[in-house]
């Protein structure tokens, strides 16, 4: 499948809101991985198919959880918000037939994983980056992308547990041990 294809049926699939996120993702993924020297198309691939489970219906979403016996803490009311990162790597592998890079660095979108390698970091500093509204507190995020990658990354978690804390919420474990491993380079 060409990457014209997989963006038509993108397209098809995604609001046209989460659409034109997607294509900024992908746009910005493939700037950060010219600038790393990884190779470009994967990373284009992976942004634009990061989000493609996340306007899935409640019941597809179950369905794509039981077949591919993904972890049924998905399926809980506090996981509605990063579930689409474990089943959108199924979609790249199952329908798109992508490698594992591709499909590691959908899935670890959302909260990291003290394993990602580039494209994945590439890919989860993309989707904060790669947006209309950036907040101001991840304004500098996007320079130091292009500075250090794990600094970006580091900067970035540490801004989204004082957000969670805030809110009276606690970080992801895989993305505890992601920080804990970031701080200790």
Known sequence: MTIEEIEKEVKEKLSPFRYDHSLRVAEEAKKLAVHYHI??????????????????????????????????????EENKNIKHADIGAVIAKERYHLDDDICHAIQYHTIGNKDMDLLA????????????????????????????????????????????QQRGFTMNPATKELLASLKQQ
Do not use: F, M, N
């Open 39 to 76: 190779d470009e198309q994967k990373a284009y691939v992976a942004g634009i198919l990061h989000d493609i489970a996340k306007e899935l219906p409640e019941e597809e979403s179950k369905q794509w959880i039981e077949t591919y016996h993904l972890s049924k803490e998905l399926l809980k």
């Open 121 to 164: 970091k590439i890919i989860y500093i993309a989707d904060k980056i790669g947006r209309k509204d950036i907040p101001d507190d991840l304004l500098p995020l996007k320079t130091l992308a292009y500075q250090d990658i794990d600094r970006a990354l580091l900067y970035c978690l540490e801004k989204q547990g004082k957000k969670l």
